[in-house]
């Protein structure tokens, strides 16, 4: 938390491979691992509109297949939403 209504949420995700699948172009070992960062501001508990930025990567075998099939390799990408719950 930055502030009572300002929060920071880091997030990183990995993916994971034990064979070959052709057919998804994922390669055995770790395939990709993404981290991504939301700034919310919560104007109650229930409604928090947020900004964020991810990068996606890929890695190992899943890289060597995506180089092959001209496929992006590492991804960018900005986003804005709204979190809700009722």
Same mark, same amino acid.
């Given at each position: 938390?930055?502030?009572?209504?300002?929060?920071?949420?880091?997030?990183?995700?990995? /993916?994971? /491979? #034990?064979? $070959?699948?052709?057919?998804?172009?994922?390669?055995?070992?770790?395939?990709?691992?993404? #981290? /991504?960062?939301?700034?919310?501001?919560?104007?109650?508990?229930?409604?928090?509109?947020?900004?964020?930025?991810?990068?996606?990567?890929?890695?190992?075998?899943?890289?060597?297949?995506? $180089?092959?099939?001209?496929?992006? *390799?590492?991804?960018?990408?900005? #986003?804005?939403?709204? *979190?809700?719950?009722?």
């Amino acid at each position: 938390m930055l502030t009572q209504r300002l929060i920071i949420q880091p997030r990183l995700d990995a /993916s994971l /491979s #034990f064979n $070959k699948i052709e057919e998804l172009e994922i390669g055995p070992g770790l395939a990709a691992l993404e #981290f /991504s960062v939301r700034l919310r501001y919560e104007i109650r508990r229930e409604l928090a509109p947020y900004i964020g930025l991810a990068w996606h990567t890929l890695s190992g075998g899943t890289r060597d297949i995506a $180089k092959i099939e001209g496929s992006p *390799r590492d991804v960018t990408a900005l #986003f804005v939403g709204v *979190r809700f719950w009722f």
